[in-house]
């Protein structure tokens, strides 16, 4: 099974949306309603923001937001912060050739 | 308040078997799937593989050759064994889980995402 396919960088000022971008395929994300998005901090564990497409985890900021069309989900994130850099993955549950999970391989968003 | 803890030796010679075991606190370890995930230095997440408490697996395809993971009950931990290792396993493995579960209309389900994470530990394969 391939990566998902994210933008390696973003980058915006504070107050600002951006948006991160996720395409895969029929098999993954255009397939199934399981596709989540994670936060990743330098030296830290990555932390569940966006699941099932839409929904936020409880305490997850409502300026987190997540959407998909077809074979492409994506991440908005609104009133951008400085606490908001780090890196962003995707993930989306796969029957390409086996059941299982698929990863993009990340975007940094920077906060200018 | 669920938690994971991953352990295991910190260095692996190349062509060795990598073993790690992850311990679930917190809550029980049945009723959930249970994954690894890898993630090389400045390079993104892979998905290894993933166990039901009942022991059946899924694996990912690349790695699947080489990939055994287990599961004991009793002791609330899973396990994951990588052969034949080379430099380019080299990576912080990370152990996590499917969940969390939640009830609606009269049954009960698991959320298809990782809500919980270990911190991660790092392997490094050189002799």
């Known amino acids: 099974q391939s990566a998902l396919t994210q933008p390696a960088s973003v980058s915006g000022s504070p107050g600002q949306s951006i948006t991160i971008s996720c395409t895969g395929t029929?098999?993954?994300?255009?397939?199934?309603?399981?596709v989540s998005w994670y936060q990743q901090h330098p030296g830290k564990a990555p932390k569940l923001m966006i699941y099932?497409?839409?929904n936020r985890p409880s305490g997850v900021s409502n300026r987190f937001s997540g959407s998909k069309s077809g074979n492409t989900a994506s991440l908005t994130i609104s009133g951008l912060q400085a606490e908001d850099e780090a890196d962003y993955y995707c993930s989306s549950y796969t029957s390409s050739s086996t059941l299982g999970w698929v990863f993009g391989g990340g975007t940094k968003l920077t906060v200018l | 308040q669920v938690q994971l803890q991953e352990s295991g030796p910190g260095l692996v010679k190349p062509s060795e078997t990598l073993s790690l075991t992850c311990t679930v606190s917190?809550?029980?370890?049945?009723?959930?799937?249970w994954s690894w995930i890898r993630q090389p230095a400045g390079k993104g997440l892979e998905w290894i593989g993933r166990i039901y408490t009942s022991g059946s697996t899924n694996y990912n395809p690349s790695l699947k050759s080489r990939v055994t993971m287990s599961v004991d009950t009793s002791k609330n931990q899973f396990s994951l064994k990588l052969s034949s290792v080379t430099a380019a396993d080299t990576a912080v493995y990370y152990c996590?889980?499917?969940?969390?579960?939640?009830?609606?209309?009269?049954?009960?389900?698991?959320?298809?995402?990782?809500?919980?994470w270990g911190q991660g530990t790092m392997v490094t394969v050189s002799s």
């Open positions: 029929s098999s993954d994300v255009g397939g199934y309603n399981y």
């Open positions: 917190g809550g029980s370890i049945s009723s959930y799937y």
């Open positions: 996590a889980r499917e969940g969390p579960g939640y009830c609606s209309g009269g049954s009960c389900y698991v959320r298809m995402t990782f809500d919980i």
């Open positions: 099932d497409v839409s």
